[in-house]
C-alpha cells in the first residue's frame, strides 16, 4: 500500500456523493475561503489597513460559526474514521484533493479550516460549538500531526530533538508515536489492521519480525507482541499512561490498541524519567517495572450504592442541569466525608475539606473559575450565561459519572484518588505507585508476589505529576513484577 501511495503522480479521494449536497457546497466555500485568507495575511502584514480590513472579516461572529459548522459537516464522513487512509495522506508525494461528489476541496483547504478554528475560537468553546470542535478535531487533526510527524522523522537530526535522552530513537520509537497518536481514533473491521495499517509510515522495507502481519495469531497475541516489541526496543511503557483499556485474555499491562488513547490529547510526550531497567521475564507475561509506592486503599465509595438519592439527581444524563449536577457533587461530597470520618475517626473536617480541594484542583482550574466552584459548593450562583455555566458544570459531572462506576479511593495516608478506566472498579487493598517511565500515579492490585495493572489514576490529592529523577533517589524505590 506504502508503495502505490508514494509513486502517485496525483491522490485524488472519492468521498461519495453526500446526502446533504448543500450544506457541503457551503462547507468547501467557507474552507475556500479560510485559505484565501490566510495566504492573504500572510502577503499583507505589512500593510496595516489591508490587514485590518482582511481581519475584521475573519474574526467575525458569523465566519467563526461557518468554520466551525464547516468542519464538522466535512470531518463527519466515515472516510475520516478508516484506519488504512493514514498512509493515503501521509506517503503521498503531493499534497491530494478531496472530491465530495464532484466538488473539489484541497487538503491545504481542509487544514487551513481546522488551523483557523483551532486558533480563533478559543472564547467561543461553550454549548454546541464546542460539541463542534470535538467533532472537528478528531481524526483530521490527527491526520496533520501524524503527517508532520513522518515527515520529520525522515531526518534523523530533528528525529533526535524530538526524543528523549536515553531513550533510543528507533523503528520502535517511531512506531509508538504512531500509535500514540492514531490508537483508537481510526477503525478496521479487522482489529489488527489499526497496527498493521502503521507499518507503511515507519520509514522501512524490511520490518522487523515481530511486526510482521500474520493474520492466523488472535488478535490479543498481537497487541501484546507489539506492546512487548515497544517495552524490549523503545524502553516505553507510556501506554499506561494513555491506554482507556485493557486486553481481557492478556497480561494486564497489555492495552487494547483499539481503544481511545490520551496521549494524543497531551502532546503524547514521554514521561521525564525513561525506565531504562524494565524489562519483560523469559515468560514473555510478566513486566517488571521500577517504582514506588505512594498509598494503599483502605476503603472505596461508590456513591450510587451509598446515596441512593445521586441517581435522582440524574447525573447520567447528558441533559443534566446545572442546578441538579451541583446538588449531586454535594451528596457525592458528603457521602465521602462519612466513608472518611469511618475510616478516620478523631480526624478533622479541615483535614477532609483540604484533601477534597486538591482533588478537584486540576479541573477546577482548567474549567471552573472561582465563583463556578462557590456554586457547585451551592454557595452562591457564578453569574455566567446559562450555557457556559451548563458547560463547564458538565465536566464536572462527567468526573461524578466516572467515580459512580469506578468508586473514590480513600487512602491509608488520609488521601483521595479515582481512576480513568470506567470498565475498572477500585477495591480495599489496591495500592497506588509511581512508576518510571509513566506520568501520572497507578493503581496495582497485589497478586501473590505479583500485581495487577488496574488503571492510572484520573484525580489524586496527592500533587505527584511526571516527576524527575530527584524524586525517585529520594524515595523507597522497588521493582513491581505486573503480570
Given amino acids: 500500500m506504502k508503495d502505490i501511495y508514494t509513486h502517485t503522480m496525483k491522490l485524488l479521494i472519492w468521498i461519495d456523493n453526500p446526502a446533504f449536497d448543500f450544506f457541503h457546497d457551503q462547507a468547501i466555500e467557507v474552507a475556500h475561503e479560510a485559505l484565501r485568507f490566510e495566504r492573504a495575511l500572510s502577503t499583507s502584514m505589512d500593510d496595516a489597513k489591508l490587514f485590518d480590513s482582511f481581519g475584521l472579516e475573519l474574526f467575525s461572529e458569523k465566519f467563526l460559526e461557518d468554520a466551525l459548522?464547516?468542519?464538522?459537516?466535512?470531518?463527519?464522513?466515515?472516510?475520516?474514521?478508516?484506519?488504512?487512509?493514514?498512509?493515503?495522506?501521509?506517503?503521498a508525494p503531493n499534497t491530494p484533493t478531496y472530491l465530495f461528489g464532484f466538488r473539489r476541496l484541497s487538503w491545504k483547504?481542509?487544514?487551513?479550516?481546522?488551523?483557523?478554528?483551532?486558533?480563533?475560537?478559543?472564547?467561543?468553546?461553550?454549548?454546541?460549538?464546542?460539541?463542534?470542535?470535538?467533532?472537528?478535531?478528531?481524526?483530521?487533526?490527527?491526520?496533520?500531526?501524524?503527517?508532520?510527524?513522518?515527515?520529520?522523522?525522515?531526518?534523523?537530526?530533528?528525529?533526535?530533538?524530538?526524543?528523549?535522552?536515553?531513550?533510543?530513537?528507533?523503528?520502535?520509537?517511531?512506531?509508538?508515536?504512531?500509535?500514540?497518536?492514531?490508537?483508537?481514533?481510526?477503525?478496521?473491521?479487522?482489529?489488527?489492521?489499526?497496527?498493521?495499517?502503521?507499518?507503511?509510515?515507519?520509514?522501512?522495507?524490511?520490518?522487523?519480525?515481530?511486526?510482521?502481519?500474520?493474520?492466523?495469531?488472535?488478535?490479543?497475541?498481537?497487541?501484546?507482541?507489539?506492546?512487548?516489541?515497544?517495552?524490549?526496543?523503545?524502553?516505553?511503557?507510556?501506554?499506561?499512561?494513555?491506554?482507556?483499556?485493557?486486553?481481557?485474555?492478556?497480561?494486564?499491562?497489555?492495552?487494547?490498541?483499539?481503544?481511545?488513547?490520551?496521549?494524543?490529547?497531551?502532546?503524547?510526550?514521554?514521561?521525564?524519567?525513561?525506565?531504562?531497567?524494565?524489562?519483560?521475564?523469559?515468560?514473555?507475561?510478566?513486566?517488571?517495572?521500577?517504582?514506588?509506592?505512594?498509598?494503599?486503599?483502605?476503603?472505596?465509595?461508590?456513591?450510587?450504592?451509598?446515596?441512593?438519592?445521586?441517581?435522582?439527581?440524574?447525573?447520567?444524563?447528558?441533559?443534566?442541569?446545572?442546578?441538579?449536577?451541583?446538588?449531586?457533587?454535594?451528596?457525592?461530597?458528603?457521602?465521602?466525608?462519612?466513608?472518611?470520618v469511618e475510616s478516620y475517626p478523631g480526624k478533622t473536617y479541615r483535614t477532609f475539606e483540604s484533601h477534597w480541594i486538591r482533588l478537584w484542583a486540576p479541573i477546577s482550574k482548567e474549567w471552573l473559575d472561582l465563583d463556578?466552584?462557590?456554586?457547585?459548593?451551592?454557595?452562591?450562583?457564578?453569574?455566567?450565561?446559562?450555557?457556559?455555566?451548563?458547560?463547564?458544570?458538565?465536566k464536572v459531572r462527567d468526573v461524578m459519572k466516572r467515580i459512580c462506576t469506578t468508586g473514590l479511593a480513600i487512602l491509608a495516608g488520609e488521601g483521595l484518588a479515582d481512576i480513568l478506566q470506567v470498565d475498572k472498579t477500585l477495591r480495599e487493598g489496591d495500592i497506588m505507585c509511581m512508576m518510571k517511565g509513566l506520568k501520572i500515579p497507578c493503581m496495582l492490585r497485589p497478586e501473590g508476589e505479583n500485581f495487577q495493572f488496574v488503571s492510572t489514576c484520573g484525580r489524586t490529592s496527592f500533587q505527584v505529576y511526571d516527576p524527575d529523577e530527584d524524586f525517585y533517589r529520594a524515595a523507597a524505590l522497588k521493582t513491581f513484577a505486573l503480570v
Fill in 69 to 91: 459548522l464547516s468542519m464538522a459537516v466535512l470531518s463527519q464522513h466515515p472516510w475520516f474514521e478508516r484506519a488504512w487512509i493514514v498512509q493515503e495522506v501521509v506517503c
Fill in 109 to 340: 483547504a481542509l487544514i487551513s479550516l481546522s488551523e483557523f478554528c483551532d486558533a480563533f475560537s478559543d472564547h467561543h468553546r461553550i454549548g454546541l460549538r464546542q460539541e463542534l470542535l470535538d467533532i472537528s478535531f478528531g481524526n483530521l487533526g490527527i491526520l496533520g500531526e501524524v503527517s508532520e510527524f513522518c515527515h520529520i522523522a525522515t531526518d534523523e537530526k530533528k528525529l533526535l530533538e524530538i526524543g528523549q535522552p536515553g531513550r533510543p530513537n528507533t523503528t520502535a520509537g517511531k512506531l509508538n508515536m504512531l500509535l500514540e497518536m492514531t490508537g483508537g481514533a481510526f477503525k478496521a473491521s479487522d482489529p489488527r489492521d489499526v497496527l498493521y495499517a502503521l507499518l507503511g509510515l515507519l520509514g522501512m522495507d524490511d520490518i522487523p519480525e515481530e511486526l510482521l502481519p500474520d493474520y492466523g495469531l488472535p488478535v490479543s497475541q498481537v497487541f501484546e507482541r507489539y506492546t512487548v516489541y515497544l517495552v524490549e526496543y523503545a524502553k516505553y511503557i507510556g501506554f499506561l499512561d494513555t491506554c482507556t483499556k485493557q486486553m481481557s485474555d492478556a497480561p494486564s499491562w497489555v492495552p487494547d490498541w483499539t481503544s481511545r488513547r490520551l496521549g494524543y490529547l497531551d502532546g503524547a510526550k514521554p514521561s521525564r524519567v525513561c525506565p531504562l531497567n524494565v524489562s519483560i521475564l523469559i515468560d514473555r507475561r510478566t513486566l517488571l517495572v521500577e517504582g514506588v509506592m505512594l498509598d494503599k486503599v483502605v476503603s472505596v465509595i461508590f456513591p450510587t450504592n451509598d446515596d441512593a438519592s445521586m441517581t435522582d439527581h440524574e447525573i447520567n444524563k447528558d441533559k443534566a442541569s446545572a442546578t441538579s449536577i451541583s446538588e449531586a457533587y454535594r451528596l457525592l461530597k458528603q457521602g465521602c466525608l462519612k466513608a472518611w
Fill in 372 to 394: 463556578l466552584f462557590e456554586f457547585m459548593e451551592g454557595e452562591k450562583d457564578p453569574g455566567m450565561g446559562e450555557t457556559e455555566r451548563q458547560f463547564k458544570v458538565s
